[in-house]
Structures are given as structure tokens and as C-alpha cells.
């Protein structure tokens, strides 16, 4: 009975195989969890870094291709965004269709704006990395008789984005810095390529120049237009008495076709509508330095206008550019903007008719123009950076 009873009041002890086995798995399961958890960090990890290395390829393929040429895409939507703020603005035009155009929301002319300053900085941001890393290449594109000149397209949309700009008046100081700031290194490509025109043998005018030498030109004209809206006539009298003296010199040396027709890719044959930008450009940067649309501008805007029809009667000579997308089609844009942005001038200071009919029917044209080459390059954003690039090639 009494072993009974100390049976029953004894407690039960665990064996030490059966404290041994406990332990055994205890410290199994917390072994295997610290693996498992170690495999997923590496794994994480692992994806982090290949995630990573993708990117960096990408942005390597995309700066290695890239060129100043893309500021085409820039370029013309600056355009736009100028054109845009030139009909909302006020205007003494009484013409029904000027009125008409003058009713625009300007919600549209801010989306615009604000899409072009994001293009524009997103271009610079990407073109200053490839300085940065493929220094190389851009050593390469400088010396390039096309790629040079489209060094000038990011300062002239800064400066067309400037002068449309919805919340910068003119004679700020801040105006004043941006000014300067896109006027210096015009200046200094100005002595960069002009001076090289005339001293060095192998870079001689007759022996580079083409269609897109005239951006330098556009280059100046539109400084000397942005100095003239904060009232610096000095500043922009010497500008424009850059441009137009060297606009000059190459349009006779372009018109005897001695190398422009030679020496560019057909690819490339949508810049020779570059022939009438430089005239349009001219006529509104010398219409904002007089302060009215006189003589002189009526005669640089009619040169723009014969240029454009002998252009646009020869489609012949842009079919085999057309035959695939590239982004040399963004260089229609631009043209077409500023001669439409011409014609709205010349309309309001002669309000006849024919001049107002003319100006409706090119800005339809460039709002078309521009519309169309936005739709292509969203359908064709695949075809954006092409390995036979002539500029980068």
C-alpha cells in the first residue's frame, strides 16, 4: 500500500535521452528558421543587385546613344509653348479669326509649358551624364560636322521656355541670370565654330557646312530676341548682327551646295527645313528689337515663306528619310512653329484677309505638325534609339 502511495506523490522526472532528444529538435528548428532567414536575405539581396546591374546597362545603352540631336524633341515643344502664349496674349488684332485663337484656355499653354520643361530637363540630366561618363563620345560628336551644331538646341529651348515662361516677367533678375546663364555658352560656341570657319584648314565653311549650321545661327537670334523683351538693345543689336552676318556667309555658301547636300545623311534630309527657320527667327528677334514688324522683318518673313514653299513642292527629296521612324522628323517641327509664329505678327500688323488666312492655315500646320510627330514617337518609342545613328556613327 505504501509503495503505492509513494508511486502515486513521487514526480515524474524526464528521462536525460528524452531531455537530449528535446533539445536536439529545439535547436534544429532554430538552426533551419536562421538558414531559411539567411537564404531569403541572399536571395533579396541577390535580386536587389542583378535589379541594379539591369538599370545601370540600361542607362549605359541609353547615354551611349544619345545625342544632341534629341533636343530636336525639346526644341519644338519650347516652340510650341511660345506660340501658344503669343495667341492667349493680349493683342490690338480686331480680325475675328485673331479674336478667336485669343480664347484659348491657358490650361493648354501651361500643360505645354510644363511638358517641355520636363523633356528639357530630363534631355539635360541624360546629356550630362554621358559627359560625364562617356566624355569620349561627346569629344567625338563635337568634332562632328552634323553633332556640333546641335550643341546649340539645348540653349535655344532654354531660351524659347524663358521667354514663354507664365510666372517670369521680363526685367526680373532672375530673367536677368537665366539670361546670361543660356547666353554664355552660345557665345562661346559662336567663337568655337565661327572662328574655326576661317583658321583651320580641314574645318573651312565650304567643307562642313550643311543644313544644321544654321542652328547656330538660330542660336543667336534667339538670345538677341530674349534681350530684347527685357530691353537690352545693346546686347541684342550684337547677337543679332552675329547671326545674320554668318547667316549670311553660309546661306550662300549652302545655296552653291559646295558640301550641305554632299555631306549629309539622307536620313537627315528633315533639317533642310532649317532653311526657313533661320529667316522666321530673324524677322521676330528684329521685330522685338525695333519694337514693331517693319520693312526688314516683312522681308525675312517672305524669305522664310519662299523657302518653305520651294521646300514643301520637292517631297521627293524627304521620301526616302520617311521610309522609317527616326528622330530627325522632330526637325520638321520647329520651322513650321516659328514660321507660324512669324505669320501671326506680320497678320497683326498688316490685319488684312489674306494675312490672317495665311497665318490660320500654317498655325493649323504646325499644330498638326507637332501633334502628329508626338503620336509616332509614343506608337514608336522602340525606335527612339537606333544602333545606325549617323550622328553617333
Not at 512653329?337 to 488666312?357: C, D, N, P, R, W
Request: aromatic residues 14%; charged residues 10%.
Amino acid at each position: 500500500m505504501s509503495l503505492i502511495i509513494n508511486h502515486l506523490t513521487m514526480p515524474t522526472q524526464p528521462s536525460q535521452s528524452e531531455t537530449e532528444i528535446v533539445i536536439d529538435m529545439t535547436t534544429s528548428n532554430v538552426t533551419s528558421h536562421n538558414i531559411n532567414t539567411n537564404n531569403i536575405h541572399e536571395s533579396s539581396s541577390f535580386m536587389m543587385i542583378a535589379i541594379a546591374k539591369r538599370l545601370l546597362m540600361s542607362l549605359s545603352s541609353i547615354l551611349t546613344k544619345l545625342h544632341a540631336g534629341y533636343f530636336r524633341i525639346s526644341l519644338s515643344l519650347s516652340g510650341q509653348a511660345l506660340l501658344l502664349k503669343t495667341l492667349i496674349g493680349p493683342t490690338h488684332d480686331t480680325n475675328i479669326i485673331r479674336n478667336m485663337l485669343g480664347t484659348l484656355h491657358p490650361t493648354i499653354f501651361l500643360v505645354l509649358w510644363f511638358l517641355s520643361l520636363f523633356t528639357l530637363v530630363l534631355l539635360s540630366i541624360l546629356y550630362l551624364l554621358r559627359c560625364i561618363f562617356f566624355f569620349n563620345m561627346v569629344k567625338a560628336e563635337f568634332l562632328h560636322h552634323v553633332g556640333v551644331n546641335y550643341l546649340f538646341a539645348p540653349w535655344i529651348s532654354w531660351f524659347l521656355l524663358l521667354q514663354s515662361a507664365p510666372f517670369l516677367a521680363p526685367k526680373t533678375t532672375v530673367y536677368l541670370t537665366l539670361w546670361w546663364v543660356f547666353a554664355i555658352p552660345v557665345v562661346l560656341l559662336d567663337l568655337k565654330i565661327y572662328g574655326q570657319w576661317f583658321t583651320k584648314g580641314k574645318r573651312f565653311l565650304s567643307t562642313v557646312a550643311n543644313p544644321t549650321s544654321q542652328l547656330s545661327v538660330i542660336g543667336n537670334l534667339v538670345g538677341a530676341q530674349a534681350a530684347a523683351h527685357m530691353g537690352w538693345k545693346e546686347s541684342a543689336v550684337c547677337m543679332f548682327s552675329l547671326g545674320m552676318v554668318h547667316y549670311l556667309v553660309l546661306f550662300v555658301t549652302l545655296y552653291q551646295r559646295l558640301s550641305g547636300g554632299k555631306g549629309l545623311p539622307v536620313m537627315l534630309r528633315p533639317v533642310f527645313f532649317l532653311f526657313f527657320a533661320a529667316p522666321s527667327v530673324a524677322s521676330l528677334a528684329w521685330a522685338s528689337i525695333v519694337g514693331v514688324f517693319d520693312i526688314a522683318s516683312k522681308m525675312l518673313f517672305f524669305l522664310s515663306l519662299f523657302l518653305f514653299m520651294s521646300l514643301i513642292c520637292r517631297p521627293a527629296l524627304f521620301k526616302r528619310s520617311m521610309r522609317r521612324f527616326n528622330v530627325a522628323w522632330w526637325a520638321y517641327s520647329f520651322p513650321v512653329t516659328v514660321l507660324a509664329m512669324a505669320s501671326t505678327h506680320y497678320a497683326q500688323e498688316v490685319k488684312g484677309t489674306i494675312s490672317h488666312f495665311l497665318m490660320l492655315l500654317l498655325l493649323i500646320l504646325s499644330f498638326l505638325v507637332s501633334f502628329i510627330l508626338m503620336v509616332f514617337t509614343l506608337l514608336n518609342s522602340k525606335m527612339l534609339l537606333p544602333d545606325n545613328d549617323p550622328i553617333v556613327n
